[in-house]
């Protein structure tokens, strides 16, 4: 069973950036992927990137947030650039078995505890 512990959250000004990483243990899994949850909403996947490195990202971050991954290092990183207030949330790693998970939201077996980023106008 894999274990995940993200880091790199804190508050930002809108416009700023912040990378998060997802330590995973033993190893990261064949799909990994990031999701949010803002207060009094639903969560909402963010980006998956696959074994092979290929990527998905929600609308709202696409061309803002970039996924990336060093598999030698188990790590999974989610760089946010131009952050908006609107960015606001826990942020979560997720990891699933199967390399299709990555092709939805749904279906992922392990989560982190989450990292919290605030952005301020």
């Known amino acids: 069973q894999v274990q995940l512990a993200e880091s790199g959250g804190g508050s930002v000004q809108s416009g700023g950036s912040l990378r998060l990483t997802c330590a995973a243990s033993?190893?990261?899994?064949?799909?990994m992927a990031w999701f949010r949850q803002a207060p009094g909403l639903e969560r909402e996947g963010v980006a998956t990137?696959?074994?092979?490195?290929?990527?998905k990202y929600a609308d709202s971050v696409n061309g803002r947030f970039t996924i990336s991954q060093e598999r030698a290092k188990n790590t999974v990183y989610l760089q946010m650039n131009s952050l908006k207030p609107e960015d606001t949330a826990m942020y979560y790693c997720?990891?699933?078995?199967?390399?299709?998970?990555?092709?939805?939201?749904?279906?992922?077996?392990?989560w982190g505890q989450g990292t919290q980023v605030t952005v301020s106008s």
């Open positions: 990137i696959n074994i092979i490195g290929n990527t």
């Open positions: 033993p190893y990261i899994y064949s799909c």
């Open positions: 997720a990891a699933a078995s199967s390399l299709w998970t990555c092709g939805s939201w749904d279906n992922f077996n392990y």
